[in-house]
C-alpha cells in the first residue's frame, strides 16, 4: 500500500445508517433473498447434474453454470450485507476489501461472458439447427465455459490492480454496502482520473459491449422467429424473452454503475443491493421454474430423492411459480 497507505486498515460501510426501521427492512430483505439464491441455484444445479436427458442439451449445461456463478455471487457480500444491517459493525479490513473486489468481478464477469455464450447458443440453435449439434459438443462446449472462467478472472485481475497499489491515508468512509472499485478509487490519496478512465474502459465498456452483443444476438433470433411464430416458434420465443428479462436485471445495473464512476448518486447503493441479492435470486425463477424440462426433471428428482417430504416442498413451490 505504500507508506501512505499504511494509515487505513479497515473501511467503514456506511450503508443506510439514517433509519433503524430501513436497516430491519433491508435486512429482512437481504436474507431471504440469499435463502432463495442458495435454495433456488442449488436446486437448478443439482436437478441438471442429477438428469441426463438435460446434460445432453447445452442450454441446460450452461444455465446450472450459471446458477452455480449466482451462488457465488450471492455469496461473497450477502451474508456480511445482512450481518452488518443487523448489527451495525459495518468495518471491513483492506484485506478483506480487495478480495470482495476479487471475487465480485471475477464471478460477475464469468457471468456477462456466460450469457454471451447462451446467446451465442441459443443463435446455433435456431438459426443455424443443422450445424447446431455438431458445433455445440460437450467438449465444446466445456471449452467455452473454460474461456468464460477464464475471461471473469482476466477483468478481474484487472481491476484489482487498478486499486491494490493505491495509497489510502484517510477518510476510509464508504458510501455503499461492500466494496467495489468506484467508491473505493474515490478515497485514494492521490490523482485518480486515470484510474476512473480505466475503470470505464474496463468494466463499463466490457458491460456495455457485451449488452449490445447480446441484444444484436437476440434481434437475430427474433426476428427469424417471428415469421415461423405461427408453425410453432412460441416455444423459442418465450425462452429468448426469458433470457433477455434475465440479461436486462444483469447488464443495465453494470452499465448505470460502472460506466459513469465519476459521479455518485444515492440510487447507486439500491442498484447494487439489486444487482448483488435480488438479481441472482431471480434468475432461477425467469430462467428455469419456468420451464417444462427442469419441472419434469425436478419431479423425476424427487422420486429417486430419499428425503421425499423436501424435495415436494419444493416441486411444490415450482408448480405455483
Known sequence: ???????????????????????????????????AILLGNLLIVVTVWADSRLLQFPMFFFLANLSFIDMALG????????????????????????AEIFFLHFLGGSEMFLLTL???????????????????????????????????????????????WLPFCGPNELDNFYC????????????????????????GLLSLFCFLILLSSYG???????????EGGGKALSTCGSHLTVVSLIFVPCVFIYFRPF????????VSVFYIVVTPALNPIIYTL?????KEAIWRLRKRCPFSWWTEKLSMRVEQQ
Not at 141 to 160: D, E, F, K, N, Y
Not at 263 to 270: A, C, F
Request: proline share 3%; hydrophobic share 45%.
Open 263 to 270: 459521479s455518485t448518486s444515492p440510487s447507486d447503493k439500491m
Open 118 to 164: 447462451m446467446a451465442y447458443d441459443r443463435y446455433m440453435a435456431i438459426c443455424n439447427p443443422l450445424r447446431y449439434l455438431a458445433s455445440m459438443s460437450h467438449q465444446h462446449c466445456l471449452r467455452l465455459v473454460g474461456a468464460c472462467w477464464a475471461g471473469g478472472l482476466i477483468h478481474s485481475s484487472t481491476q484489482l490492480m487498478l486499486v491494490v
Open 1 to 35: 500500500m505504500g507508506e501512505k497507505g499504511k494509515s487505513v486498515w479497515e473501511f467503514i460501510l456506511l450503508g443506510v445508517s439514517c433509519s433503524r426501521p430501513l436497516q430491519l427492512f433491508l435486512f429482512a430483505l437481504v436474507s431471504s433473498c440469499y435463502v
Open 290 to 294: 419456468r420451464n417444462r424440462e427442469v
Open 220 to 230: 437475430i433470433i427474433l426476428a427469424t422467429l417471428w415469421g415461423h411464430f405461427r
Open 180 to 203: 467495489d472499485v468506484p467508491q473505493v478509487v474515490k478515497l485514494a490519496c492521490t490523482d485518480t482520473y486515470i484510474i476512473e478512465l480505466l475503470v470505464v474502459a474496463n468494466s
Open 75 to 98: 455469496s461473497v457480500a450477502s451474508p456480511k450485507m445482512a450481518s452488518d444491517l443487523l448489527t451495525q459493525d459495518k468495518t471491513i479490513s483492506y484485506g478483506g476489501c480487495m
